[in-house]
């Protein structure tokens, strides 16, 4: 069993940027890859952004140029840096263990035009 916990959402004018973080907890040995995803209301959820163990990352293009994925181990934790935030950037984002069922409660991005 993992457990996730997202922070670090808001709601922040287009242009502007935040950074989440997703905190891992439990069997985390087994993780190779970690994924960031996003919900907006009425929409399925969407890939945005995986990196790997060795750090490998790749990226929705919507997001590409614009949102940085990271990892820090030694604190078992994910962050996704948003730039240049855009209203379509709006949802409600989650982090997963790639491949698996394992998400977190997710957090609120609002970006407002």
Not at 100 to 110: K, N, P, S, Y
Request: proline letters at 2%; glycine letters at 10%.
């Amino acid at each position: 069993q993992v457990q996730l916990v997202e922070s670090g959402g808001g709601l922040v004018q287009a242009g502007g940027s935040l950074r989440l973080s997703c905190v891992a907890s439990g069997s985390i040995f087994s993780i190779d890859a970690m994924g960031w995803y996003r919900q907006a209301p009425g929409k399925q959820r969407k890939f945005v952004a995986r990196i790997t163990r060795d750090s490998s990352t790749i990226y929705a293009d919507s997001v590409k140029g614009r949102f940085i994925m990271s990892r820090d181990s030694a604190k078992n934790t994910v962050y996704l840096q948003m730039n240049n935030l855009k209203p379509e950037d709006t949802a409600v984002y989650y982090c997963n263990v790639f491949g698996t069922a394992f998400w977190g409660q997710g957090t609120q991005v609002t970006v407002s035009s």
